[in-house]
T-cell receptor
Framework: EAGVAQSPRYKIIEKRQSVAFWCNPISGHATLYWYQQILGQGPKLLIQFQNNGVVDDSQLPKDRFSAERLKGVDSTLKIQPAKLEDSAVYLC????????????FGAGTRLSVL | AQSVTQPDIHITVSEGASLELRCNYSYGATPYLFWYVQSPGQGLQLLLKYFSGDTLVQGIKGFEAEFKRSQSSFNLRKPSVHWSDAAEYFCAVGAVDSGGYQKVTFGIGTKLQVIP
């Protein structure tokens, strides 16, 4: 069974530029999560999707971050414009259903904002 | 809201020695508890989980954890550490909200160094 796929693995941009990350969850997993992991901290939930609908985006900085999951499968997270403090690893995870207690994580995208 | 405390940011153990990583949680009801491991450049991998029942849970790679309600703790243990166990370990607490959605909160992690 293929795991959660994320790309790119690394991205370096300058502040005020835009960037996008892509995630393809495990086949059949209805719930998809995006986390931000700043160095030295645990993952923090940014947004949670159930199929193509948003369940929770309370921690998403909506003035600069956006995410979509148009067909209920893969998802894109965008930052525009990026700030220095956005430097982090962006992790995507998926689970079989919203009440499932197990999330499966991708390897993440490491973003450096200069 | 739930929260997790991992009091040890960094731990060093000798290969072959025993290991215990501490985790304390805060949650009003019986929580779902998890331990994840993250190797450098990798995502998080689930080591073990506790939902209910036996308070001593076994996981992968020879790890186990014990849920102690009276101490609000869920410490991770391994009797003999291998060099390949060097990684960062995250404790997490989960709860299902009124809408039926799982919400997971992670601790800040404990970085494990294994010396020969």
């Amino acid at each position: 069974e293929a795991g959660v796929a994320q790309s790119p693995r690394y991205k370096i941009i300058e502040k005020r530029q835009s960037v996008a990350f892509w995630c393809n969850p495990i086949s059949g997993h209805a719930t998809l999560y995006w986390y931000q992991q700043i160095l030295g901290q645990g993952p923090k939930l940014l947004i949670q999707f159930q199929n193509n609908g948003v369940v929770d985006d309370s921690q998403l900085p909506k003035d600069r971050f956006s995410a979509e999951r148009l067909k209920g499968v893969d998802s894109t997270l965008k930052i525009q414009p990026a700030k220095l403090e956005d430097s982090a690893v962006y992790l995507c995870a998926s689970s079989l259903d919203p009440g499932s207690n197990i999330q499966y994580f991708g390897a993440g995208t490491r973003l450096s904002v200069l | 809201a739930q929260s997790v405390t991992q009091p040890d940011i960094h731990i060093t153990v000798s290969e072959g020695a025993s290991l215990e990583l501490r985790c304390n949680y805060s949650y009003g009801a019986t929580p779902y508890l998890f331990w994840y491991v993250q190797s450098p450049g990798q995502g998080l991998q689930l080591l073990l989980k506790y939902f209910s029942g036996d308070t001593l849970v076994q996981g992968i790679k020879g790890f186990e954890a014990e849920f102690k309600r009276s101490q609000s703790s869920f410490n991770l243990r391994k009797p003999s550490v291998h060099w390949s166990d060097a990684a960062e370990y995250f404790c997490a607490v989960g709860a299902v909200d009124s809408g039926g959605y799982q919400k997971v909160t992670f601790g800040i992690g404990t970085k494990l160094q294994v010396i020969p």
